[in-house]
């Protein structure tokens, strides 16, 4: 008869296994956690829905952090090693410093996580799972995440300078980028109109405000400009003045108007190649909640095969194990 202990001991050697078994297959699937960690969405969610209803804005906040991880080395999660685990934290890269938010939600539903399952749910799989569920929370589209993502062990600020879009990029250069991570022109606007939600600083649109150009509505920019000054500085504006809290196709319609807040933002209504996409979203918000929900999902499979390969299970998402 087996003792208490040996059949412990095996049930162990059984779950190391099918995480094992799991784990090697490159290919991400829904159901990664249905028999290893049962309760893992239901946990994240509810830590992301109490995170959100205490601020409306960390909703943009996580959706631009699984946005900025998987566009560097793919969606492992590698946006949140801080500077004391790599000299090369992304958090410091010019698209993050002072603006990528949500860190200690993401640690604080890790830490939730790993109560019920320690060592088997990946930050890389919370940061993508807290994305869809942020959308959700302030009226966004929700969609099925793929699962099975590894946590890298190295990180990659250079690569953040590079491969992140900037706020003053051209069309030519947003599509560029997307275009070089599998994502299409359609997919760029559908991503881009999660600006429906979240706020901007000043610098980063005061160029834009006090330009006289032909492309800004001069009732806006007069509006704007009372909390940004020319020089620009930290102050917040809603990127959606209409709406900033709600997830809807204003953003779209702001587009239309010349009312986008970000040099980024107005040129995909511009005279150029998205401008369709942008009049189909404004008058179909189905279309755009549909379509912002499947690029999503196109955004969650970007996979660096050497990070994944050489993948772990984080303990605690800002550090190495």
């Known amino acids: 008869m087996k003792s208490p202990n040996s059949s412990t001991a095996i ?14 297959n490159s290919q991400l699937s829904s ?42 080395q793919g969606c492992d999660a590698s946006i949140l090693l801080d500077e004391a685990a790599t000299t090369t934290s992304e958090r410091t890269a010019a698209p993050n410093r002072g603006s990528a938010r949500g860190y200690e939600v993401i640690d604080a539903t890790k830490f939730e996580v790993e109560k019920i399952c320690p060592g088997v749910v990946s930050c890389a799989d919370i940061l993508a799972v807290a994305a869809r569920d942020a959308s959700f929370a302030v009226g966004g589209p929700s969609w099925t995440v793929k699962l099975g993502r590894k946590d890298s062990t190295t990180a990659n600020r250079a690569l953040a300078e590079s491969d992140l879009p900037g706020f003053r990029s051209s069309l030519e250069v947003l599509i560029s980028q997307f275009a070089n991570k599998g994502l299409s022109a ?40 009372r909390k940004c000054p020319a020089s620009g500085n930290s102050n917040l504006a809603p990127l959606d003045l209409v709406t900033p809290n709600s997830f809807d196709n204003n953003y779209f319609k702001n587009l239309i108007q010349k009312k986008g807040l970000l040099e980024s933002d107005q040129v995909l209504f511009n005279g150029g190649s998205t401008d369709n996409i942008v009049s189909e979203y ?9 379509d912002f929900a499947s690029a999503m999902l196109k955004m969650g499979d970007i996979i660096d095969p050497q990070s994944s390969q050489n993948g772990v299970i984080r303990r605690i998402c800002s550090a190495l194990n």
């Open 11 to 24: 049930a162990s050697i059984l779950l190391l296994l099918l995480l094992f078994s799991i784990s090697s």
């Open 31 to 72: 159901t990664f956690y249905d028999q290893i960690c049962p309760n893992a969405l239901s946990t994240i969610r509810t830590s992301i829905r109490q995170a959100v209803s205490q601020e409306r804005r960390m909703a943009a906040s996580l959706i631009r952090l699984h946005f900025h991880d998987c566009f560097v």
């Open 186 to 225: 359609r997919d760029m606007v559908a991503l881009s109109g999660s600006h429906t939600i979240g706020q901007a600083q000043c610098f980063t649109f005061s160029n834009r405000i006090y330009s006289n150009g032909s492309n800004i509505d001069a009732g806006f920019a007069s509006t704007r400009r």
């Open 282 to 290: 404004s008058k179909n918000p189905s279309s755009f909640k549909s």
